[in-house]
């Protein structure tokens, strides 16, 4: 069974670079017309899709987080990870990874399934 | 990025129907999938619903999804008291992102 589990560091200092791992364990990462995602909950508040990427590096990112977020991926570590820069207390958010089935019609993706989720890791942005 | 609007909190009691909506002022529900995560308390999102309408294997068939223009609304039938929990409707963009309602607090009375 699919499983993933996110690693990373708890506390970021302001300013510096939140970085975060996701394991992928149970089935590969290099499957077909799988994308794999980043989703962010800030405490008492909704979700956030962060980004996605597929197991040859192409990556979709929220425009709102765009120039601060790079995701790569290690396929063979079946990992992929999240660097977000110049964090601020408002990065402060459990951070899920999760697989991202996407819907096509006509070769245009028009959905997504977050179907498979990590556990969340809490990260806190303080000094 | 697409906004969508869901009710802040929705109640009903245990045995009856509930119905949690989600909108959108722009065309990206009308053009693509609506999917619905229900998510407890100190845990990570379940996929409920796919593609508008689909469930995934193991939801039971009390959770139903359905979509109508820029809307989109999510059905609980037979309410229990263990599905007390916050739901998020979620679609894709027509600017390549994906997208997440402010989430519905169901409160089974």
């Known amino acids: 069974q699919l499983q993933l589990h996110e690693s990373g560091p708890g506390l970021v200092k302001p300013s510096e670079t939140l970085s975060l791992t996701c394991t992928v364990s149970?089935?590969?990462?290099?499957?077909?017309?799988?994308?794999w995602a980043w989703i962010r909950q800030p405490p008492g508040k909704g979700l956030e899709w962060i980004g996605s990427?597929?197991?040859?590096?192409?990556?979709y990112y929220n425009p709102s987080l765009k120039s601060r977020v790079i995701i790569v991926v290690d396929t063979s570590k079946h990992q992929f990870s999240l660097r977000l820069s110049s964090v601020t207390a408002a990065d402060t958010a459990a951070y899920y990874c999760?697989?991202?089935?996407?819907?096509?019609?006509?070769?245009?993706?028009?959905?997504?399934?977050?179907?498979?989720w990590g556990q969340g890791t809490m990260v806190t942005v303080s000094s | 990025q697409s906004v969508l609007t869901q009710p802040p909190s929705v109640s009903a009691a245990p045995g009856q129907k509930v119905t949690i909506s989600c909108s959108e002022s722009?065309?990206?529900?009308?053009?693509?999938?609506v999917s619905w995560y229900q998510q407890f308390p100190g845990t990570a999102p379940k996929l409920l619903i796919y593609?508008?309408?689909k469930r995934p294997s193991g939801i039971p068939d009390r959770f139903s999804g359905s979509k109508s223009g820029t809307s989109a609304t999510l059905v609980i039938t037979g309410l229990q008291t263990g599905d007390e929990a916050d739901y998020y409707c979620?679609?894709?963009?027509?600017?390549?992102?994906?997208?997440f309602g402010g989430g519905t607090k169901l409160t089974v009375l």
């Open positions: 722009s065309s990206n529900i009308g053009n693509n999938y």
């Open positions: 149970g089935g590969s990462i290099s499957t077909s017309n799988i994308y």
């Open positions: 593609a508008n309408n």
């Open positions: 999760a697989r991202d089935d996407p819907s096509y019609y006509y070769g245009t993706q028009v959905g997504d399934a977050f179907d498979i």
């Open positions: 990427i597929y197991y040859d590096g192409s990556t």
């Open positions: 979620g679609t894709w963009d027509n600017s390549l992102s994906a997208s």
